[in-house]
Nanobody
Framework: QVQLAESGGGLVQTGGSLRLSCVAS????????MGWFRQAPGKGREFVAE????????YYADSVKGRFTISRENAKNTVYLQMNSLKPEDTAIYYC?????????????????WGQGTQVTVSS
C-alpha cells in the first residue's frame, strides 16, 4: 500500500519561505515522477511542480516559476518543495503525489497516489 505523508506547512508572511517535505512508502520510489499540487479555498486542484524519476528534470506552473524549487532524495524516499517569495495567492492545501510514469510534465491524470495535504497560509 502506497502512503505519502506531507509536512512543513504553516503560516508565513508575504515574502517569506517554507519548505515542504513528503515521505513515500509502499512502492519503488525512484522509478516514478513526483509532484506537488495545491487547492485554494473555493478553487479546483492545480498543478504546482514535478520532478522526474531521477531528479534530472523539473517542471513548474508559470505561477510559481522562479520562486519554488522541487527536489528529491531517492535514498530517503523524500521529495521537497522549497517555496520562496511567498504571496497571499499561494495560500492553499498542498498535496504530494506520485505519478504512474517516470515523467509526466504535470499531467494530473497520471498521478495515482496522493497524500493528505498540508496547509500553507500566507498573510498579507
Amino acid at each position: 500500500q502506497v502512503q505519502l505523508a506531507e509536512s512543513g506547512g504553516g503560516l508565513v508572511q508575504t515574502g517569506g519561505s517554507l519548505r515542504l517535505s513528503c515521505v513515500a512508502s509502499g512502492r519503488t520510489f525512484s522509478q516514478y515522477a513526483m509532484g506537488w499540487f495545491r487547492q485554494a479555498p473555493g478553487k479546483g486542484r492545480e498543478f504546482v511542480a514535478e520532478i522526474n524519476w531521477s531528479g534530472g528534470s523539473t517542471y513548474y506552473a508559470d505561477s510559481v516559476k522562479g520562486r519554488f524549487t522541487i527536489s528529491r532524495e531517492n535514498a530517503k524516499n523524500t521529495v521537497y518543495l522549497q517555496m520562496n517569495s511567498l504571496k497571499p495567492e499561494d495560500t492553499a492545501i498542498y498535496y504530494c503525489a506520485t505519478s504512474s510514469r517516470p515523467w509526466s510534465r504535470g499531467i494530473s491524470s497520471d498521478y495515482n497516489y496522493w497524500g493528505q495535504g498540508t496547509q500553507v497560509t500566507v498573510s498579507s
